[in-house]
């Protein structure tokens, strides 16, 4: 082990050759994102013919 591995070991308290455990937040907000946007579109694709109709 070098120099490099020890600091980055003492600094994040795991091993430097070990990733962190987890899902990844970014896609969790991304797949997040696409269902708001995909639930009020079919909301609106809903709610659109019985407003165009009332107008």
Sequence with gaps: MNDRDE?????TGQPADEQPKGPSL???YTLLAIALLTATA????IVLP??????
């Design 26 to 28: 970014a896609l969790l």
């Design 7 to 11: 600091l980055e070991k003492k600094q």
């Design 50 to 55: 019985f407003y165009q109709h009332r107008h």
């Design 42 to 45: 079919l909301a609106a694709m």
